[in-house]
């Protein structure tokens, strides 16, 4: 079973500071959705995170499939990679359907 689970994308969400950029990038998509895309500088400027940690940070994202990032010049942009969240949803969707069943010995 755990072979089938995405160890990656679980492995970068399991960090507050990745969840706190996920959040950011979600909040850009949610507020330009004809262009949720974002560079790095706003990232640290919101977060209030150097350069370097935030390109950490968007390093492991982007390895695990959770985050893109389109290079333009020498400024990199980032936004959400929903096949990375799919595959999240996908592996949890058992453990969802199971938890909703009712257990024979509740009414």
Avoid at 13 to 27: G, S, W
Avoid at 35 to 56: E, K, R, W, Y
């Amino acid at each position: 079973m755990t072979a089938d689970l995405p160890l990656d994308q679980f492995k970068a969400l399991a960090d507050p500071t990745r969840l706190r950029v996920l959040a950011f990038l979600l909040k850009v998509e949610q507020d330009f959705r004809r262009d949720g895309t974002c560079f790095g500088g706003s990232i640290s400027a919101h977060l209030g995170l150097s350069q370097p940690t935030v390109s950490h940070h968007m390093r492991a994202l982007v390895d695990a499939g959770l985050v893109r990032a389109t290079k333009e010049g020498t400024t990199v942009y980032y936004d959400l990679d929903p096949a990375g969240f799919e595959r999240v949803e996908r592996a949890l969707a058992p453990f969802l359907a199971v938890s909703r069943t009712p257990r024979e010995d509740q009414p």
